[in-house]
């Protein structure tokens, strides 16, 4: 079966650095997407992967290993507004999005 | 800023009701999607459209239909409400010609069935 997986939850300070995690076992692989999902709001896009390795933008970069099945968000210098749930998603071999169950981050002052 | 909507926002029923979900997106995108959220869980596919009258199932599509007649409009129809189906609801829609490309979505209609 597909199989996405992520923690559950992340508490995290304020300016300070937090790495989420993602591993997935799919049918075939076209790509990782990030998403953010404030509460009771819809997710908006943050990245995509396709290659392997490190993809920067503002204070979220990405990174990807396709041998190893993972990748990481990285948000640095947290604000709380940064308090949201991160989806990962694998578009797999025919080219639907696989999700996983996302990550609620908590920041804390 | 993406330009997609749904209405209602919030919808409580009654168990048999039949309900349609409208999602209407004015960026001329081709693909649509509608997905099943329910909190703290993965999004599930229900049914995803690549353009005017074409439409298919996801893996949630038993109970429910779609219709894709015009480009930005891609309703979502229940055709007997069962609590079950109380959920949030997520339309989609996707810029990209070919095969990959970020969704940009609605911002959800929660359905409460009593």
């Known amino acids: 079966g597909q199989n996405i997986d992520q923690p559950t939850e992340m508490t995290a300070t304020e300016g300070a650095i937090v790495q989420i995690n993602c591993t997935y076992q799919?049918?075939?692989?076209?790509?990782l997407f990030w998403y953010q999902q404030h509460a009771g709001e819809a997710p908006t896009f943050l990245s995509y992967?396709?290659l392997d390795g490190l993809e920067e933008k503002g204070r979220f970069s990405s990174f990807l290993s396709r041998s190893k099945g993972y990748s990481y968000l990285l948000l640095k210098e947290l604000q709380m507004k940064d308090s949201a749930s991160y989806l990962c998603?694998?578009?797999?071999?025919?080219?639907?999005?696989?999700w996983g169950a996302g990550t609620k981050l908590i920041i804390k002052p | 800023e993406a330009d997609i909507y749904q209405t209602p926002r919030y919808l409580v029923i009654g168990t048999g009701k039949k309900i349609t979900l409208e999602c209407s997106q004015t960026?001329?995108?081709?693909?649509m999607y509608w997905y099943q959220q329910d909190p703290g869980m993965e999004l599930h596919l229900i049914h995803y459209?690549?353009?005017?009258?074409?439409?298919e199932k996801g893996d949630l599509s038993s109970e429910s239909t779609v219709s894709r007649i015009r480009t930005e409009h891609f309703p979502l129809t229940l055709e007997s409400a069962r609590p079950s189906h109380t959920s949030q609801y997520l339309c989609?829609?996707?810029?990209?010609?070919?095969?990959?490309?970020?969704?940009?979505f609605g911002e959800g209609s929660r359905l409460t069935v009593l």
């Open positions: 459209s690549y353009g005017v009258n074409s439409t």
């Open positions: 989609a829609s996707s810029p990209q010609t070919g095969e990959v490309g970020e969704l940009f």
């Open positions: 799919t049918s075939g692989f076209n790509g």
């Open positions: 960026m001329g995108h081709d693909k």
């Open positions: 998603a694998v578009l797999d071999s025919n080219y639907q999005l696989i």
């Open positions: 992967n396709v």
